[in-house]
């Protein structure tokens, strides 16, 4: 079988720590990779993710990331007409320096392709608590959830798109990559005992967002009678508060009774318009970037990071979003629980994208070379996804990979029978097994 790329994912300091030219020395010799990409837009998140201390930088145990900065050089006309602008470093180490421009430079003299994300969130909390607290999701209730942007606000909107067409516009770069949360997902975790955690993750998405006034008026455009959708789903958010007795004891009935999730949407249509109305707010984000960024440049692969266990409880309808996306990179780090048994979720997860996505679509799988991942899960993930159908393999994350780990993708690609071929057809199925069999 031929898979076209193994992408490895960076982060600026790990430039700065490790030396880029040390860094693809290593990817390229134990795990084949032709691809990187920077984690350009960077959420607040202490790295490595997954365990105490790194494995192999040698100049920090750890590293404590700044909120939401970019790490590439912002274009200030590319902004011109956005009241948000991308906030770059302050780290003294960081600043000033075109920490993408470099990884671009590096990859392109090993002829590979390059990247860039944007991560989970795109304007720090900072900046939300304050002069940006307009942009955030609201609950219910009207509180904010920080950090977390309603694609329904215009000026969200007006920021993606600059986002994407700076860096479009001023990077040699063959795709972008987003992770961006959707929509809050209320309370996912079961609550209180229940027969079903389904069902309880459906009436805990009335605890999300948003219940903004861009939401309300998105939602008035559509027709949709948005004061009695919210009072009736304002009756099962009531209900997680026991001083709210009435609403509280119908709650709990509901989760101790044999209703399902279909029942629950069949007599409350309010509860499946609020889940339609924000899959049609990010499906239309993503229509509006995909639109922009293709018209400055046709070629650039615009690229989903698909990470949520559950999209439907976020606003994604994969179906709807993947029109509106070039490749879709599904997230699924299953090895690094440790768990055998996991492994099983990553092929159903696997079968899951790419039932949305349809069998054309370039789909990537990722596998997690980190702790408590094994050589054996490694190499069970990079089987499991050529047996759903990928196409590609990309790695998460470097940083926190010990070197057994990172051996493993280069030798369970070969016990495979996976040769990484950038000029290989789409699909490396049965194409690629009559262009064997033919040589
Ligand atoms: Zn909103």
């Given at each position: 079988?031929?898979?076209?790329?193994?992408?490895?994912?960076?982060?600026?300091?790990?430039?700065?720590?490790?030396?880029?030219?040390?860094?693809?020395?290593?990817?390229?010799?134990?795990?084949?990779?032709n691809s990187t990409y920077l984690v350009a837009l960077m959420h607040d998140e202490k790295r490595p993710l997954t365990d105490f201390y790194y494995p192999h930088n040698p100049k920090r145990k750890v590293y404590w990331t700044e909120d939401s900065r970019a790490y590439w050089m912002?274009?200030?006309?590319?902004?011109?007409?956005?009241?948000?602008?991308?906030?770059?470093?302050?780290?003294?180490?960081?600043?000033?320096?075109?920490?993408?421009?470099?990884?671009?430079?590096?990859?392109?003299?090993?002829?590979?392709?390059?990247?860039?994300?944007?991560?989970?969130?795109?304007?720090?909390?900072?900046?939300?608590?304050?002069?940006?607290?307009?942009?955030?999701?609201?609950?219910?209730?009207?509180?904010?959830?920080?950090?977390?942007?309603?694609?329904?606000?215009?000026?969200?909107?007006?920021?993606?798109?600059?986002?994407?067409?700076?860096?479009?516009?001023?990077?040699?770069?063959?795709?972008?990559?987003?992770?961006?949360?959707?929509?809050?997902?209320?309370?996912?975790q079961p609550w209180a005992s229940s027969t079903s955690p389904e069902l309880q993750r459906l009436t805990g998405v009335t605890l999300g967002g948003c219940f903004c006034e861009h939401c309300r008026a998105a939602a008035e455009r559509q027709g949709v009678d948005w004061g009695a959708?919210?009072?009736?789903?304002?009756?099962?958010?009531?209900?997680?508060?026991?001083?709210?007795?009435?609403?509280?004891?119908?709650?709990?009935?509901?989760?101790?009774?044999?209703?399902?999730?279909?029942?629950?949407?069949?007599?409350?249509?309010?509860?499946?318009?609020?889940?339609?109305?924000?899959?049609?707010?990010?499906?239309?984000?993503?229509?509006?970037?995909?639109?922009?960024?293709?018209?400055?440049?046709?070629?650039?692969?615009?690229?989903?990071?698909?990470?949520?266990?559950?999209?439907?409880?976020?606003?994604?309808?994969?179906?709807?979003?993947?029109?509106?996306?070039?490749?879709?990179?599904?997230?699924?780090?299953?090895?690094?629980?440790?768990?055998?048994?996991?492994?099983?979720?990553?092929?159903?997860?696997?079968?899951?994208?790419?039932?949305?996505?349809?069998?054309?679509?370039?789909?990537?799988?990722?596998?997690?070379?980190?702790?408590?991942?094994?050589?054996?899960?490694?190499?069970?993930?990079?089987?499991?996804?050529?047996?759903?159908?990928?196409?590609?393999?990309?790695?998460?994350?470097?940083?926190?990979?010990?070197?057994?780990?990172?051996?493993?993708?280069?030798?369970?690609?070969?016990?495979?029978?996976?040769?990484?071929?950038?000029?290989?057809?789409?699909?490396?199925?049965?194409?690629?097994?009559?262009?064997?069999?033919?040589?």
């Amino acid at each position: 079988m031929f898979w076209r790329e193994v992408v490895a994912s960076l982060y600026a300091w790990d430039l700065l720590d490790e030396g880029v030219e040390h860094i693809l020395d290593v990817l390229e010799r134990d795990t084949r990779i032709n691809s990187t990409y920077l984690v350009a837009l960077m959420h607040d998140e202490k790295r490595p993710l997954t365990d105490f201390y790194y494995p192999h930088n040698p100049k920090r145990k750890v590293y404590w990331t700044e909120d939401s900065r970019a790490y590439w050089m912002p274009s200030p006309e590319a902004y011109a007409h956005s009241r948000i602008k991308p906030l770059t470093s302050d780290n003294p180490e960081l600043q000033g320096h075109d920490w993408l421009q470099e990884l671009i430079d590096a990859s392109r003299r090993r002829g590979m392709t390059v990247g860039a994300e944007l991560s989970h969130t795109w304007v720090d909390k900072a900046r939300t608590r304050g002069e940006l607290a307009d942009i955030v999701q609201r609950d219910i209730y009207g509180r904010p959830f920080e950090g977390q942007v309603c694609v329904n606000h215009p000026d969200v909107r007006v920021y993606g798109v600059a986002l994407y067409v700076d860096l479009a516009s001023h990077y040699d770069i063959d795709f972008v990559q987003t992770c961006l949360r959707g929509f809050h997902p209320g309370r996912g975790q079961p609550w209180a005992s229940s027969t079903s955690p389904e069902l309880q993750r459906l009436t805990g998405v009335t605890l999300g967002g948003c219940f903004c006034e861009h939401c309300r008026a998105a939602a008035e455009r559509q027709g949709v009678d948005w004061g009695a959708m919210v009072s009736r789903l304002r009756w099962i958010a009531d209900g997680y508060d026991r001083y709210n007795h009435r609403q509280a004891f119908e709650l709990n009935l509901l989760w101790q009774s044999s209703t399902t999730s279909t029942a629950l949407l069949a007599e409350m249509p309010e509860l499946y318009q609020f889940l339609s109305l924000r899959n049609r707010a990010i499906t239309s984000f993503f229509q509006e970037i995909y639109g922009a960024v293709h018209k400055i440049k046709p070629t650039i692969d615009v690229r989903l990071n698909h990470f949520a266990a559950y999209p439907e409880l976020m606003g994604i309808d994969l179906r709807a979003v993947g029109q509106f996306m070039d490749s879709v990179r599904s997230s699924d780090y299953a090895e690094q629980s440790g768990d055998p048994a996991r492994m099983e979720w990553k092929r159903a997860y696997l079968h899951s994208v790419r039932r949305a996505i349809g069998i054309d679509k370039y789909f990537l799988s990722a596998i997690s070379p980190r702790p408590k991942a094994t050589p054996e899960l490694v190499k069970r993930g990079i089987l499991i996804s050529a047996q759903c159908g990928a196409d590609a393999l990309t790695i998460g994350h470097y940083d926190g990979a010990w070197p057994d780990c990172l051996r493993a993708i280069g030798e369970g690609l070969d016990e495979a029978g996976i040769v990484i071929d950038r000029n290989a057809p789409v699909w490396g199925g049965r194409a690629a097994f009559e262009q064997v069999s033919r040589s």
